[in-house]
């Protein structure tokens, strides 16, 4: 087993005033050359965007973008002709393919927006770009995984053209869960959104994160009551 630690404070931050931005791995104006990627998952920023604020119209190709609201809401108008509001609780995909362009923007004058944005490597380039939007059940991720994207259209949450599962979970204080890969030769990105936990013994607080590899299973406890985000992920393509 091997893992890799990122802890709250070792990411990358800009605060543009109308954005304030941590990222995980390198983004933007920020490079750190142990911090390219984890696997497929090449983005992962915790933004909060300012009330009336947000993206004005620019491009993408060849990434799986996923956005999972935290707080507040996001407007979304793009070039296949969506134009949607998601909200806390919402997963939002977008497969760029061969091309998109997109703008996000907070819709409210009186209060922030806070969302993490991942982007995955495809599993395939050039594909015919394509938009998802569902509503969570915040019920099923009480002391649960409750997988929220996936590489199958039948399957449970969103889906994307990687090879990857995403699970949202809440857990109350002491309670412990195991959960094994899908696909051999993944890996396991953990982030806590609140609260204490542990993964496989190493102790988690707030906005740290964990990967782990070369191992089947993990093991998570909450030391508090908390919610996290737990990526499986292609480690090589």
């Not at 919402?90 to 923007?105: K, P, R």
């Amino acid at each position: 087993m091997k893992t890799v630690l990122h802890t709250a404070n070792s990411r990358g931050h800009a605060n543009h005033g109308w954005l304030n931005a941590y990222h995980s791995f390198s983004f933007a104006s920020w490079f750190h050359p142990d911090r390219i990627q984890f696997g497929m998952l090449r983005v992962l920023n915790d933004d909060t965007i300012a009330a009336g604020m947000g993206f004005g119209t620019h491009p993408h190709d060849n990434m799986e973008i996923i956005t999972i609201p935290l707080e507040g809401d996001l407007a979304h108008k793009d070039s296949m002709g969506n134009a949607s509001t998601i909200k806390s609780g919402d997963i939002q995909v977008m497969s760029a393919g061969t091309g998109i362009q997109h703008s996000e923007f907070n819709p409210n004058a009186d209060q922030h927006t806070k969302l993490f944005q991942i982007w995955l490597f495809p599993k395939y380039r050039n594909v015919e770009p394509r938009y998802q939007q569902i509503k969570l059940d915040p019920s099923l991720q009480k002391n649960n995984f409750d997988q929220i994207l996936s590489p199958n259209p039948d399957d449970s949450g969103v889906w994307i053209h990687q090879d990857a599962w995403f699970y949202l979970s809440n857990f109350e204080a002491d309670f412990t869960k195991k959960l094994s890969l899908k696909k051999e030769g993944n890996g396991f990105y953990i982030m806590t959104i609140e609260g204490v936990i542990e993964v496989n013994g190493q102790k988690l607080e707030t906005r740290d994160a964990l990967g782990i590899w070369e191992t089947s299973e993990i093991e998570i406890k909450a030391i508090s009551n908390a919610k996290f985000l737990i990526m499986e992920i292609p480690m090589e393509q």
